[in-house]
């Protein structure tokens, strides 16, 4: 019975392996994983077992070698008694969070070149009868896969062993099961974090530089990629400690791996004040760069597959990235001498989300128009009362915020009540 | 019917091709010839819909192709210039790709696939991968790709290069068969005799501008001389027995 609904859902999904659409996912996948870059030669093809193999390997290697710290006889042997495997995990959360964005950034920075869709993919995919916006999503859905499988590799060893090996001196089983699942969430949403980050990157300097430009100074931006990615895992050996002073340092705001360290304190509901700020970040900031990363994507995807006319095209995304940045910058305003910088509030994060994903959809739906509207620039005229009210809209609100604050702030002449009861003199 | 109607593609102020019309009919296999620059590939290009026109339409059968680009796309076998191939996939991995990605049933698509690599003598190599194939191969897989789903329009840009002398007679023959099947081809290559051979007509273009466009008998006629002389006559400014002199000169030469 068990092994006919088997055999069943595997016709089910090999059918659906072969339907157009999931077949070019899996040639992404491929690509991603044993292609890239515009040589027609074969590159070294290490095979997609020995890829995941490699990689899941620091992870179980390193949570093995903390066997020798967590070990109870060797504790013994130590005079280390009472030990709260909480506390003492904490810079060893701290270095595995920091070991899978290493590890994924450099999957990322690794397949730069395969992960958008290239020349190859260009002259072989869009003269068949696919539509650019199936490529588009059959690779998207190619990345997201590939975000997963490495997140998922990178971390598999660690979210097992390492609460094993931590866990060790606890009764409970339950123990484990909370420090696991803690940890899990920790190092997979920063393994997300770090590609979406990189691919963020990629996509930013595709959409900006020109075509040539990316090529050439690729290997450049990918050194840097590499040095910040090694600087991040250096940071092991001193950002626990300092995490630990009173008061901590600010510039850990800045640092992404703080982040999550202080989600995984909080979840387990040992973290201080300062851990306690840090969490706050680490989601808000996970869904920006994935938007980002997103946008990014689209663009440059629309720029160097779809092929629009360079120069217009940067220019639109340059208004279009102007107008939204004013309407989320109305919910960030400062009001002088009355009250501090607002905080990152809900309401400002929903708009920035809405910002994405207006991009996005305007990235998706826009390429025909101006394809034909850069082609013939009277066309061009057509966009002019849109802009005009676009433009109206947020220039509006920003003048009646200011409105709102002068007469706040800067009252010069009192009221009519103010007056009468003559408290102004 | 295609018809390209004052097709003019400029990239930035320099003008590819400059008010291109001419029409395709069924059964006419149209040659394409013009030096280097002259804009046979961005012509190719504007037909395939990889392109677009700054001025002017691609119409099959009186509709823009820009209106349903994958339902022309559906009807349009491509051999691009250059064989850019996935080298990770085996031979018969690709054409199991486009086949389905073209929509062909997958009961006929084994079937086709597996005959045509027969016949265009790739059948040993179909399970080795395209990264080890030589140009000549890659450019098979190419053909039998753009041909497997029995296209209406065929679009050819220099579709021999690399091919070894049988590969290629069996092209030029294949290539009069699909004319004589009433399907619409369009070849563009450098090589004049091949035109000569197959075309029933030619579109000579010069600077992104028709200079000549007529059946492959008529321009001859016109001007009392082969394709080849035509060819030299109408697009080449220059001696070329004189320049060949001048290179074996300077070969010659050694330093005092």
């Known amino acids: 019975m068990i092994t006919e609904a088997l055999d069943a859902a595997c016709c089910k999904l090999e059918e659906i392996g072969k339907r157009p659409f999931w077949r070019m996912v899996q040639l992404f996948v491929a690509r991603i994983f044993r292609g890239g870059g515009d040589a027609d030669a074969e590159g070294l093809d290490l095979g997609i077992g020995l890829v995941l193999t490699l990689l899941a390997i620091p992870g179980g290697f390193v949570s093995i070698l903390l066997l020798n710290k967590y070990g109870t006889f060797l504790q013994w042997l130590r005079g280390q008694t009472n030990v709260d495997p909480l506390l003492v995990a904490l810079p060893d959360e701290y270095f595995f969070i920091v070991l899978s964005m290493t590890v994924t950034g450099a999957v990322a ?47 598999a060893a660690s979210c097992i062993l390492f609460p094993m090996v931590v866990g060790a001196t606890q009764t409970k089983f339950l123990f484990f099961v909370k420090f696991a699942v803690v940890h899990a969430i920790g190092v997979l949403l920063a393994s997300v974090f770090a590609f979406f980050a990189v691919f963020s990157i990629i996509g930013l300097l595709m959409a900006v530089l020109p075509p040539r430009a990316f090529r050439r100074f690729s290997s450049y931006f990918r050194g840097v990629v590499v040095i910040c990615l090694v600087a991040l895992l250096c940071s092991s ?32 509901g040992r973290a201080g004040p300062m851990l306690v700020e840090l969490s706050k970040l680490a989601l808000p900031g996970l869904a920006v760069v994935v938007g980002v990363a997103l946008c990014a994507y689209a663009v440059s995807y629309q720029r160097h597959f779809v092929r629009i006319v360079a120069g217009s095209h940067t220019l639109l ?77 947020p220039h509006h609100l920003a003048k009646s915020a200011n409105e709102i604050e002068r007469r706040l702030i800067f009252e010069e002449s009192p009221t009519q009540t103010i007056e009468a009861l003559r408290l102004s003199a | 019917m295609l018809d390209a109607v004052h097709l003019t593609k400029r990239y930035a102020s320099f003008p590819a091709v400059q008010d291109l019309s001419f029409t395709l009919r ?141 590969s290629a007679l069996i092209f030029k023959n294949l290539v ?40 492959v008998a008529n321009i001859g006629q016109i001007l009392g001389q082969s394709l080849e002389n035509t060819f030299l006559h109408l697009v080449e400014d220059v001696d070329t027995m004189s320049v060949a002199r001048d290179i074996v000169s300077v070969m010659q030469t050694k330093a005092a």
């Open chain 2, 26 to 166: 069924p059964g006419q296999v149209l040659g394409c010839l013009g030096p280097n620059g002259s804009g046979k590939s961005t012509t190719v290009k504007m037909l395939t819909g990889l392109l677009q026109p700054t001025r002017g339409t691609v119409q099959f059968d009186g509709h823009n192709i820009q209106e349903d680009l994958a339902a022309y796309r559906k009807l349009l076998g491509y051999v691009p210039e250059e064989p850019h191939l996935y080298p990770y996939l085996t031979g018969w991995e690709y054409l199991e790709l486009i086949g389905t990605l073209r929509g062909i049933e997958r009961r006929d698509l084994a079937k086709k696939v597996d005959s045509l690599l027969e016949l265009f003598s790739l059948h040993p190599n179909r399970h080795s991968s395209i990264g080890s194939y030589s140009k000549g191969m890659r450019q098979r897989i190419l053909l039998i790709a753009a041909i497997m789903d029995d296209p209406e329009i065929f679009i050819f840009d220099e579709p021999l290069s690399g091919l070894d002398v049988t």
């Open chain 1, 317 to 393: 995304v340059v208004a279009w990235t102007v107008l939204l940045t004013n309407i989320i910058l109305i919910r960030f305003r400062k009001i002088p001498f009355t009250c501090t910088l607002p905080l990152f509030k809900q309401h400002s994060f929903v708009t920035l989300l809405s910002c994405c994903f207006g991009f996005l959809l305007y990235a998706m739906s826009t390429p025909e128009f101006e394809s034909s509207a850069l082609a013939e620039p009277v066309r061009m005229l057509s966009l002019a009362p849109a802009a005009l009210v676009m433009w109206y809209i």
């Open chain 2, 176 to 215: 009069q068969a699909l004319g004589q099947q009433g399907k619409l081809v369009f070849y563009c290559s450098h090589v004049l005799e091949v035109v000569e051979k197959v075309c029933s007509d030619v579109l000579i273009l010069r600077k992104g501008i028709v200079i000549a466009q007529d059946s």
């Open chain 1, 237 to 268: 050996f001193a950002v626990p400690t300092l995490l630990r002073r009173v008061p901590a340092p600010r510039w850990a705001f800045l640092v992404p791996s703080c982040w999550f360290l202080g989600l995984c304190q909080s979840l387990r």
């Open chain 1, 109 to 155: 920075v690794w397949r730069w070149d395969a992960i958008f869709p290239d020349r190859r993919d260009y002259m072989n995919l869009v003269p068949l009868p696919i539509s650019t916006r199936t490529i588009f999503f059959a690779n998207l859905v190619a990345v997201l896969f590939l975000v997963g499988l490495v997140a998922a590799d990178v971390n």
